[in-house]
């Protein structure tokens, strides 16, 4: 049956359809004719090679009728590649939408060179394939009318710019705030936050400071506004301010990365002799390999160590963890390699919910799921301890996300567990590793557990009842 994707219905010009497990777009009549054009200039074909933009085939009415039947006024249908996992601003650490502001900016320069124009600059139609930013919403695309502006500023303003600025500047994260407020940052909410400073450097003061100013100047003035935007804006102008806008995003760097210790885990922590590592390393690879999965979720994935050694053995891997500055770490170790490794900003006690219009717009991780195959290393005594969830919810959470997996118990005597207990009263006379071995089995078949060399800590290869 075909399906609209709930996700797609604020273009009247047309929408994405979901049908067989393939992804299409349809075009309505109005709209049709202008696609059409764009598609014979070769310029989405030119981006899709160069891996800006998603692979565009148109399809002919008598090749898939159903779709051309299934919404009002269909001209025109174009395929697309499945994108292997939808993924969201708020999701993403600082370091990607980076790249995502950056890949938009190049492909409006580009576009504008051969007569066209993106009439939206929102990441919501950009998806990451892998570390990889690709522009999905082939329909933003617009002729360019000589004299006209670029409508799209003011909105890749609040949701590119003034996230990174927020960032950037203050080294509050964005995350929070664009999931909660999906059209972004207003500048006249930026601004105050930003000390003087801040403002008086030149991109902060264009961008933010003035078009807070004019935002409250011009509010309740539409017709002086209006006025000033008939005034005809050279296409030089509108070059200009893109290739501004490029210079400033690309200038923006992470405050303070050394800031999370969980950046340098690894490294330091106490809990793991290399004999156990090695341990660690062989024991979960063995049990990739066996499985061959297509899906693997890695939950608190931290630097991604194990998300590399199950990209060896998966089609794709999503690496999760609620800690921003690893994740941009992660980020930044794979973006020029490891071309099916996704790294997410993910707070596994507070994952993302479906939110925005009717609650399907952008939806919840659990609805993107499951996967085939999970990780969780080194990450139950943080939900059971810091976030006080019971080991049998635990065990009953890791059944709903994956057929199999690796699970690791790090029991009370663990110098990490003593460090949380050591803020905390011990009420968790349940954390037991015999709990939580019965836990799990009510929901799995422990296929292997194997204790780590000079530790007590434990793992376990699981598969599904």
């Known amino acids: ?113 051969q007569g066209f124009i993106l009439k939206d600059a929102t990441p919501y139609n950009i998806q990451f394939i892998g570390p990889s930013p690709l522009l999905i919403d082939v329909a933003s695309f617009e002729r360019y009318q000589e004299g006209a502006p670029w409508t799209g500023y003011t909105q890749f303003c609040r949701t590119f710019l003034n996230p990174l600025l927020l960032q950037a500047l203050t080294g509050v994260p964005f995350q929070g705030w664009m999931r909660s407020s999906l059209e972004g940052i207003e500048a006249a909410h930026l601004s105050p936050l930003l000390s003087m400073r801040r403002k008086l ?53 992470r405050p303070g990365k050394s800031r999370s210790p969980w950046v340098h885990y690894q490294d330091q ?86 939110q925005g219009w009717a609650h399907v717009e952008r939806r919840s991780l659990a609805a993107r799921g499951p996967a085939d195959f999970v990780l969780c290393l080194a990450l139950v005594h943080h939900l059971a301890i810091s976030g006080n969830v019971p080991l049998k919810r635990i065990a009953e959470w890791l059944s709903t996300i994956a057929e199999a997996g690796v699970v690791e118990f790090v029991p009370k005597s663990d110098p990490m567990v003593q460090l949380l207990l050591r803020t905390r009263q011990d009420v968790y006379a349940e954390y037991t590793q015999a709990a939580f071995e019965d836990a799990l089995r009510e929901h799995f078949r422990i296929a292997e557990a194997t204790p780590l060399p000079n530790s007590e800590r434990v793992l376990y290869a699981l598969a599904r009842k």
């Open 1 to 113: 049956m075909v399906r609209v994707d709930p996700g797609s219905f604020r273009d009247p010009a047309g929408g994405v359809l979901l049908y067989n497990e393939r992804v299409y777009r349809y075009f309505t009549r109005q709209a049709a004719a202008d696609f059409t054009a764009l598609l014979e200039t070769g310029l989405l074909d030119s981006l899709a090679r160069s891996g800006a933009a998603v692979e565009t085939k148109p399809l002919a009415a008598e090749e898939a009728p159903e779709l051309y039947l299934s919404a009002p006024d269909v001209a025109l249908v174009v395929e697309h590649p499945r994108v292997p996992f939808i993924s969201y601003v708020y999701e993403w650490p600082f370091e990607m939408l980076k790249a995502a502001a950056l890949r938009h900016l190049e492909t409006m320069r580009i576009a504008l060179q």
């Open 201 to 253: 450097r030149k991109d902060v003061l264009i961008d933010v400071v003035l078009q807070a100013w004019l935002n409250r100047r011009f509010s309740s003035r539409g017709d002086k506004v209006q006025a000033v935007a008939r005034r005809p804006i050279p296409r030089a102008v509108v070059l200009g301010l893109i290739n501004r806008l490029d210079r400033a995003v690309a200038r923006l760097r």
């Open 269 to 354: 922590c106490p809990s793991y002799e290399p004999e156990a590592l090695q341990h660690k390393e062989r024991f979960v690879e063995a049990a990739l390999a066996r499985a061959r999965p297509r899906m693997v979720w890695d939950l608190g994935c931290n630097l991604g160590w194990y998300s590399i050694i199950a990209a060896r053995y998966a089609d794709y891997v999503v690496a999760m963890d609620g800690d921003e500055a690893a994740v941009g770490a992660l980020y930044e170790r794979i973006r020029d390699g490891h071309a099916n490794i996704l790294p997410l900003v993910i707070d596994l006690l507070n994952p993302s919910p479906d």
